[in-house]
């Protein structure tokens, strides 16, 4: 029941993705976007959460994990290409945007609700790999220099299309 929820709040989460910071509709990606994470110049988003409230929720999540499938690795998290996410909204041409992929956390209340955290990532070489680039994480700062994620937030079953044939699923 558990893994059908956390793939509903997933494919739900698709729609929300727009939040990403740093879209433009120029020509020239900027790097200086790249190599410092962004600020949001004094913007608050209601759909943020600190740091460390996402950090609490995702170890709560890998602990249940842990719990329910021992030995098993959970997925802690999803990249997403801008390319998908556009593509999912039916927008024809995907703007240049200041960041190419996401990743989507898994996280989990103490009072047992499902949360996904989103931060833009960064292609990079890999520190365990050299001649690899790996995407990793930037976690966004307020104007404050407070660090953030985003907090997807509206799971299904509350927020769910009942007719789809993603929802109308039978459980075994």
Do not use: W
Not at 24 to 38: M, V
């Amino acid at each position: 029941m558990k893994k059908n929820a956390i793939l509903k709040v997933f494919l739900f989460s698709g729609t929300l993705l727009l939040v990403l910071a740093g879209c433009k509709n120029n020509e020239k990606k900027d790097n200086a976007a790249l190599e410092n994470p962004p600020t949001n110049k004094g913007v608050i988003y209601k759909d943020t959460v600190r740091l460390l409230t996402a950090q609490n929720h995702i170890r709560n999540y890998l602990n249940g994990c842990d719990s329910l499938f021992h030995d098993t690795i959970p997925i802690r998290s999803y990249s997403i290409n801008k390319s998908d996410i556009f593509g999912v909204l039916g927008v024809t041409s995907v703007p240049n945007c200041a960041f190419d992929h996401c990743r989507v956390y898994i996280g989990l209340t103490k009072d047992n609700k499902f949360k996904l955290y989103m931060t833009p990532t960064v292609l990079k070489p890999d520190p365990n790999s050299p001649n690899n680039s790996i995407y990793m994480d930037t976690i966004l700062k307020d104007s404050n220099g407070k660090q953030f994620l985003y907090d997807l937030n509206a799971p299904c079953p509350s927020t769910c299309d009942k007719t789809s044939p993603l929802f109308t699923l039978l459980v075994r």
